[in-house]
């Protein structure tokens, strides 16, 4: 009996020792997601009505992937449906019914985008703005002109955004950029446009946008925060299969969606026909960076 009751008393012990660690990282994920910012932005110029600078824009907007995530009508769209991960929801940017364009200023835009933040100062969910506070004023700019030209979508009918029960505890144990305003330095302004830039300059700019898949160091492995059917990002520096790439295998990576082993890549996981818009001058300049960053071993993110 004595055994018995030992038994109960370990395992009840274990269970309630259970619940406690679940509702401390349910606790610590509800406060990373109801911290609040406060953030000014400085207004910059933004001419509307410029065929150029809209073009400019759309380029953005596409080398900057985020036509892959919120649709290339930019009407918002599910990025992530999965039992783990949740319903992960891309905003509608537009001033259709469902979307921000009759509530946001351009400061609201500017702040979701480079800061991360959203308009009631919460962070924006898992949407890379880590990714996009080295933007310069040109672009951003551009980028801005462009979400407003496009046409009103209606995004009433899609759902809302849940995040995963478990997904909220994986990212407090985990690196997923759940929260991206947690990862940002908000003191940083909007980057002035650089007049010149070298091919590598070009590159390490337009390079921020691989790291939420390829790692800050650009050494691949498993990507944080995505399903588990997702394949291992590559390894792209010159530890990995980059060291095998010539200009031209790069290009076509890039452009094709093909690897060197001739493999087709999945545009769901690698978006090839995003980067594909990249001008020479970019992929020519993003090669030489990546070539000239630290060897890393493969996995090592
Ligand atoms: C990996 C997917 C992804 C990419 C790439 C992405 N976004 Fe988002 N974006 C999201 C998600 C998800 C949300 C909704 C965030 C939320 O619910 O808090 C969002 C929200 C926003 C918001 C509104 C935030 C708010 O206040 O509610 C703006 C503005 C925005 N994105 C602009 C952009 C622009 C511009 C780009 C490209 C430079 C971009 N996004 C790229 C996923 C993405
Ligand atoms: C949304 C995630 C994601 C983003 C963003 C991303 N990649 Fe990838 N990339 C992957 C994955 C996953 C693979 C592996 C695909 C496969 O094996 O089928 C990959 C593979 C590659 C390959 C092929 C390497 C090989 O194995 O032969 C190259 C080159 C590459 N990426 C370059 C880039 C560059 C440069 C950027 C930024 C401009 C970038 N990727 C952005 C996910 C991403």
Not at 220 to 227: A, D, L, Q, T
Request: charged share 20%; hydrophobic share 40%; with cysteine.
């Amino acid at each position: 009996m004595k055994v018995v009751k030992w038994t109960g008393i370990i395992i009840g012990s274990l269970l309630l020792l259970l619940v406690v660690i679940i509702s401390v990282l349910f606790f610590i994920s509800k406060q990373h997601e109801n911290q609040i910012y406060n953030i000014d932005i400085t207004p910059i110029n933004i001419d509307y009505n410029d065929e150029s600078i809209l073009e400019k824009g759309r380029h953005v907007a596409t080398i900057r992937a985020c036509v892959e995530c919120h649709g290339a009508n930019l009407g918002g769209r599910t990025f992530i449906e999965d039992p783990v991960v949740g319903l992960l929801m891309a905003t509608n940017l537009t001033s259709g019914p469902g979307g921000i364009g009759n509530e946001y200023s351009d400061e609201d835009y500017i702040r979701a985008i480079r800061h991360g933040v959203r308009k009631d100062g919460k962070s924006v969910i898992f949407m890379p703005s880590h990714e996009y506070n080295v933007i310069d004023s040109d672009d951003l700019a551009a980028l801005m002109a462009y979400i407003r030209s496009k046409d009103p979508v209606d995004s009433t009918h899609l759902p809302e955004t849940k995040i995963g029960f478990p997904f909220r505890l994986m990212y407090v144990l985990s690196d997923i950029h759940l929260f991206p305003a947690r990862l940002i330095n908000h003191s940083i302004g909007i980057p002035e446009p650089v007049a010149e830039r070298t091919p590598r300059e070009l590159g390490a700019y337009v390079a921020t946008t691989c790291i939420g898949c390829h790692g800050d160091n650009y050494g691949g492995g498993k990507i944080p925060g995505v399903p588990p059917h997702w394949p291992d990002a590559s390894n792209i520096t010159l530890g990995g299969v980059l060291a095998d790439y010539s200009e031209t295998d790069f290009f076509n990576a890039m452009r094709n969606g093909i690897t060197i082993d001739g493999r087709e890549m999945e545009q769901e996981f690698m978006p090839w026909q995003v980067f594909g818009y990249m001008t020479d001058e970019e992929l020519s300049g993003l090669f030489e960076y990546l070539q000239s960053l630290p060897v890393r071993a493969t996995g090592t993110r």
